[in-house]
């Protein structure tokens, strides 16, 4: 079973939340896939035992045999090439690099256009106890997090039977989210009940929506006298899984990276039964 | 006419929630002769808060997507074993392109022997230029899942540039979006300074050292706020100690107050809204505009 925590809002308690889950869960694989602002061994405090430089193949041009005819660059479609030809230089920009493979394939000159293995973050490896804990971390500067994000889910969600993963999503709707949400089996959407908070969590329902995954809603930052998720909630037949009250102890405890488990020990039984419920497939 | 020359203000986070829309919000209320732009384009709030009008809104289009032609398809698996994203699912005999993996890149065109894969173009958001009470105002909307989204963050920059020169207008105000990723890079490229909202927080702390390393990286100027600075003291004093050692000036300490929560919910502007606010965010404003004063 595999569980993706998304939110669309930013700080609504994604992080919060997946590692309360995974502290309540017994054994599980944790994945911080917020790889740009990766803050889950924050609450977590694994024994990070190893870390893993994470690399994605770019070209790089042989000078000697490249004729510089362009075909590399015009094929491109991130722009990631320059041909000069006057100047006798092909210029790769790796940045814009997706690994596609295309400049390769239209090169007319067997070996002008080789791969190399550029470092784009690291990914550590631990465990706290009984959870198994993986987080990948951007290199800064680095504008693409989704090949991490792949590289992180195909490596290490081996699918074995029966086995709880939890995935700690990045915020927003774009890219990075929906490498994360693809693999997972139930998506749980944390919000909060403001208007910013309803904004971000209709637009993440209609991306769930569209990828045709199961989801549930998780109102943090909870008052019961802001109804707007749940007017929403109702009118889009979601159902609310769980309620986490607005204290200033909970944010207190948050800012000292505290999990909420520890602040509040009953959440366990009812954060165990949410998980219960959705494998059972019963939400 | 001659050309004014424009500057950049952007509001960033690293950490999503910290406060980027709220301060952004205030700044708009106090800074005059702005062009207000949001450039968080896959969770924009701003204009929750600025209530456009005469909304004009254009198709934005991002990279093509692969379409299979399944009667000239063979099923000879050339596209399929060839797509680094995985994007060619196989149904029996059928061939098919998933639009969220698809990147767009072309390869399984070209490498079809017969032919049978065309691009199609796709639609990835919608950009619209606005009036607001507080100035002329840009901003987007990403389809949800779309990619690019760094391009359609360069477009309502590109598009609040022409505006501003249009009114002769010098200065951008810009929400920008969280993370270090690419809508990140795409929005404080070029600025004259980046403002980062922080919180007091091991996780506001961790991802303010992540996206201040970005703006160094990039050389671009930047000053903290650390927003609800009083939820914890010891965390606000690590936060200033990081910011003094990096030589980063601190421009506003913003208490934590129930009051912008419900600023939000009544969609007014914190500025207007919190009195108690009043003074730090004028602080803000002067060492602002100090500072703009000398780029």
Redesign the interface.
């Known amino acids: 079973m595999i569980i993706a925590v998304a939110s669309g809002k930013g700080g609504t308690g994604k992080t919060l939340v997946t590692t309360a889950l995974a502290l309540s869960a017994g054994e599980c694989t944790y994945i911080d896939l917020d790889v740009e602002e990766p803050n889950g061994a924050i609450f977590l405090k694994p024994d990070i035992r190893e870390e893993i430089a994470y690399t994605v193949p770019v070209p790089v041009i042989d000078k000697d045999k490249c004729t510089f005819c362009g075909a590399c660059a015009r094929a491109c479609v991130y722009h990631a090439l320059v041909v000069i030809p006057i100047s006798r230089s092909t210029v790769v920009f790796p940045e814009l690099c997706h690994s596609c493979g295309v400049c390769g394939f239209v090169c007319p000159v067997e070996g002008a256009v080789r791969e190399t293995h550029r470092e784009i973050g690291k990914i550590r490896k631990g465990n706290r106890g009984s959870i198994q804990f993986i987080e990948g971390r951007l290199n800064i500067g680095q504008p693409s997090a989704v090949p991490l994000i792949s590289g992180i889910t195909s490596n290490y969600i081996t699918g074995e039977n029966g086995r709880l993963y939890l995935l700690d999503s990045s915020p927003g709707t774009a890219c990075p989210v929906v490498e994360t949400l693809k693999n997972s089996d139930y998506v749980l959407l944390v919000t909060e009940p403001t208007p910013f908070g309803l904004n971000d969590l209709e637009l993440a329902v209609e991306l769930v929506r569209d990828m045709g995954k199961k989801a549930g809603i998780i109102i943090n930052k909870d008052d019961e006298r802001q109804t707007l998720i749940d007017d929403f909630c109702r009118r889009v037949q979601l159902p609310i899984l769980l309620r986490i009250p607005y204290s200033l102890e909970i944010q207190e405890a948050y800012s000292r990276g505290i999990p909420l488990t520890e602040v509040r020990p009953v959440m366990k039984t009812q954060l165990k039964d949410l998980m219960g419920r959705i494998t059972d497939g019963r939400w | 006419m001659e050309m004014k020359d424009i500057k950049e203000i952007v509001v960033i986070s690293?950490?999503?929630?910290?406060g980027k829309?709220t301060i952004t919000a205030s700044l708009a209320d106090m800074i005059p002769g702005k062009i207000i732009v949001d450039a968080d384009?896959?969770?924009?709030?701003l204009y929750?808060l600025l209530k456009p009008e005469k909304i004009r809104g254009t198709t934005f289009t991002g990279?093509?997507v692969a379409v299979i032609d399944n009667e000239r398809c063979i099923s000879c698996r050339r596209c399929l074993e060839?797509c680094?994203?995985h994007a060619i699912v196989v149904n029996g005999e059928k061939y098919r392109v998933d639009e969220?993996?698809c990147?767009?890149?072309?390869?399984c065109r070209?490498?079809c022997p017969v032919n049978a894969i065309t691009m199609k173009e796709r639609i990835i958001g919608e950009w619209y230029t606005s009036v607001t009470e507080w100035g002329d105002f840009v901003y987007a909307r990403?389809k949800?899942?779309?990619?690019n989204?760094?391009s359609l963050v360069a477009m309502v920059k590109r598009q609040a540039k022409l505006r501003a020169q249009e009114k002769n207008i010098d200065l951008l105000l810009i929400d920008g979006?969280?993370?270090?990723?690419?809508?990140?890079?795409s929005a404080i490229s070029g600025v004259n300074l980046a403002i980062i909202v922080t919180?007091?927080?091991?996780?506001?702390i961790?991802?303010l050292e992540?996206?201040f390393?970005?703006t160094t990286?990039?050389k671009i100027k930047s000053g903290i706020v650390i927003n609800r600075f009083d939820?914890?003291l010891e965390?606000t004093k690590e936060i200033e100690d990081f910011a003094r050692q990096n030589r980063a000036p601190v421009y506003a300490k913003i208490p934590h107050s129930d009051c912008i929560?419900e600023a939000?919910?009544q969609?007014d502007l914190p500025s207007r809204h919190c009195r108690q606010l009043a003074e730090p965010l004028v602080d803000l404003y002067e060492k602002i505009k100090t500072e703009l004063e000398g780029i």
């Open positions: 690293g950490k999503g929630g910290a829309t384009v896959d969770a924009a709030d929750i990279k093509g060839m680094r994203f969220f993996s990147e767009g890149c072309t390869l070209l490498a990403l949800p899942g779309a990619e989204s760094g979006p969280p993370g270090i990723g690419c809508p990140v890079i919180e007091p927080t091991y996780s506001g961790s991802d992540r996206v390393q970005l990286h990039f939820i914890n965390n929560r939000i919910s969609r």
